[in-house]
């Protein structure tokens, strides 16, 4: 089955770049109905939609992030990659990658998020 | 406006039904998902489409819309279905939103 596995530093200095990648196994980031997104949760909170991919390149931001996030996509190795910019210790949190599906149905398009990594703890701090 | 709002907790009896509730205008025109996250986990579509549910998950957990609400129900609630439960949708745009999350305590 498919299967998402982030990696990258668990710890980034303040003004930094944070830089992770998702492999995707099992499975193809070029299906047509997948996007692949990234999401966090700093400790003890909820779930922050990042952005997400689809496999042509196109992407999507979440606004409270968008001048700081860049999302890639790299087909011929099957993994999809995020860098968020100038960091500060309110960016420390678990990130995880995760396949959001989108299909149509009667009162128009469906997205859930049927695949989640196991999630990456990020920490900011010198 | 794209928010979706939860309450932060409710909790139940145990083989009780529990509503947990997410509200939104975004929901007027998307589908609502629903995800259910334990500690030190990461979260579970258990809900989509609005009463979808995924292969695995029980059928003590389904979804309604109605407006600008979204439901998720558990029908018989059981110990192991104390969790963080959050609802998700999106905007016009694509953009995905999250609701800030509902603790589910079983008593």
């Known amino acids: 089955q498919v299967q998402l596995l982030e990696s990258g530093p668990g710890l980034v200095r303040p003004s930094e770049t944070l830089s992770l990648t998702c492999t995707v196994s099992g499975g193809s980031v070029s299906s047509a109905s997948s996007y692949w997104s990234w999401i966090r949760q700093p400790p003890g909170k909820g779930l922050e939609w990042i952005g997400s991919i689809f496999f042509s390149g196109i992407t999507n931001y979440s606004p409270s992030l968008k001048s700081r996030v860049t999302i890639s996509v790299d087909t011929s190795k099957n993994r999809f990659s995020l860098r968020l910019s100038s960091v500060t210790a309110a960016d420390t949190a678990v990130y995880y990658c995760?396949?959001?599906?989108?299909?149509?149905?009667?009162?128009?398009?469906?997205?859930?998020?049927?695949?989640w990594g196991q999630g990456a703890l990020v920490t900011v701090s010198s | 406006s794209s928010e979706l709002t939860q309450d932060p907790a409710v909790s139940v009896a145990l083989g009780q039904t529990v509503r947990i509730t997410c509200q939104g205008d975004?929901?007027?025109?998307?589908?609502a998902s629903w995800y259910q996250q334990k500690p030190g986990q990461a979260p579970v579509l258990v809900i989509y489409?609005?009463?979808n549910r995924p292969s695995g998950i029980p059928d003590r957990f389904s979804g309604s819309t109605s407006g600008n609400t979204a439901s998720l129900t558990i029908t018989g609630a059981q110990a192991e279905d104390e969790a963080d439960y959050y609802c998700?949708?999106?905007?016009?745009?694509?953009?995905?939103?999250f609701g800030g999350g509902t603790k589910v305590t079983v008593l």
């Open positions: 489409s609005e009463n």
């Open positions: 998700n949708s999106r905007d016009s745009s694509g953009k995905r939103v």
């Open positions: 995760a396949r959001d599906l989108s299909v149509s149905m009667i009162r128009g398009v469906a997205n859930w998020i049927d695949l």
């Open positions: 975004s929901l007027r025109s998307y589908y």
